[in-house]
């Protein structure tokens, strides 16, 4: 490319010329995260290259812009009104890239702080009495404790509230004054061409005050790093990918201000005994040959202890019963599901002389073919013989 040629918008955004809405969107999510000022303090190319792909998807992500550049390339928005250049098609000019972020962000800038808060957690660069970051924590527990319903304790580490200044990150004793570079705005903007940037306060941090002495502790961020333990009550009936929120236990906010919160992913793992499926449960059971042809009761394991089940005579191997009300628990309480017991019959691998006399006595009586299975197969595969 040559030198002072501007670089192809799709290029710049990675994406081919066919590209639709939402892949323009998380092509430009990706590159506005990894380009972004506040990800890269001081760095004027990464600046430059956050500039670039706004204008990119300022241009693409409109149909008509996206139109007249396909036809037309960069000439389309050049006019000879001077050198803003982005006031060529449709006069309406581009907006301020940190706009547009926040527009495929969904972000107002409500929380203070970083502008990536919302998404990647605080980085700490950003002050103001902004909200702390949500945390997430996935935990496995049995199916037996997923039954039943139980309480874990667990650890992890976050940022938490400074206990040596209670948050405010100043120096207990010492004052605060109203930022003289952004007159407790918090905020300062730059103009650079037809762009203007707007970014926290480099004095304060974005409080919008400056500490006369800051928290020997924590710096002046008014939050410290730190092991933490909650507990959490795990109710009954969770399934794995259930989400269980705590509140206010996430992450401290920056100069005092509200904490995040804590979502418990939960991971059910596998049994050895039960398959899940939804609230109901289904395992295989095996039972003598003799017990399925003659009849009789057996115990069979539940998740509230064993239950008796009666087999009747004559029944085949793979036929299913259910247990009504004794699968999982709903999640909302008040119903449960079914346990649904599927039986194997077993064949004995290996025979004494007494029982194959009295097995070879038993099918002699049989007949043969007499039984219903057996002469319904052999009617329709006579015509085979």
Not at 238 to 246: A, P, Q
Not at 288 to 299: E, S
Not at 357 to 381: H, I, N, V
Request: aromatic residues 8%; positive net charge.
């Amino acid at each position: 490319m040559a030198t002072g040629q501007k670089q192809d918008y799709y290029e710049l955004l990675g994406v081919a010329k066919n590209a639709s809405e939402e892949d323009l969107k998380k092509a430009y999510r990706k590159k506005a995260v990894q380009h972004h000022p506040d990800k890269n303090p001081g760095n004027k190319e990464a600046e430059e290259m956050f500039k670039k792909i706004s204008e990119a998807y300022e241009v693409l992500k409109d149909p008509e812009k996206r139109a007249a550049y396909d036809r037309f390339g960069h000439a389309a928005f050049q006019q000879s009104a001077g050198p803003r250049g982005a006031g060529g098609f449709g006069g309406g000019g581009f907006h301020d890239p940190f706009d547009i972020f926040r527009e495929v962000f969904g972000q107002g800038g409500g929380r203070g702080g970083g502008i990536f808060d919302q998404f990647s957690g605080d980085d700490g660069n950003g002050g103001g009495a902004g909200r702390g970051s949500d945390l997430r924590y996935d935990i496995e527990i049995m199916l037996e404790e997923a039954a039943h319903g139980v309480e874990k304790e667990i650890s992890f580490r976050k940022l938490s509230q400074c206990a040596h200044c209670h948050g405010n990150g100043a120096e207990p004793g010492s004052n605060r004054t109203t930022c003289p570079t952004c007159k407790g705005s918090g905020q300062v903007t730059t103009s650079r061409g037809f762009f203007h940037v707007r970014q926290a306060c480099p004095t304060c941090h974005g409080s919008g005050q400056r500490i006369e002495k800051p928290c020997a502790k924590c710096g002046g961020e008014g939050r410290v790093n730190e092991t933490t333990k909650v507990n959490i009550r795990i109710p009954p009936g969770v399934d794995t990918g259930n989400k269980l929120r705590s509140t206010g236990n996430g992450e401290a906010g920056a100069m005092g201000g509200e904490a995040g919160d804590l979502y418990i992913i939960v991971h059910v793992k596998d049994n050895e005994v039960f398959e899940r499926q939804g609230d109901d449960l289904f395992c295989e059971i095996p039972i003598k040959f003799t017990l399925a042809t003659l009849g009789g009761t057996i115990h069979v394991p539940t998740l509230q202890g064993k239950a008796a089940l009666k087999i009747p005579a004559g029944t085949q191997s793979g036929t299913t019963f259910r247990l009504k009300g004794r699968g999982m628990p709903h999640l909302r309480g008040g119903t449960h599901g079914d346990q649904h017991i599927k039986v194997q019959v077993e064949v004995p691998p290996h025979l004494s002389a007494e029982q194959r006399k009295l097995l070879e006595e038993f099918a002699r009586l049989s007949g043969g073919t007499d039984q219903p299975m057996a002469k319904s197969f052999f009617e329709k595969a006579k015509k085979f013989f």
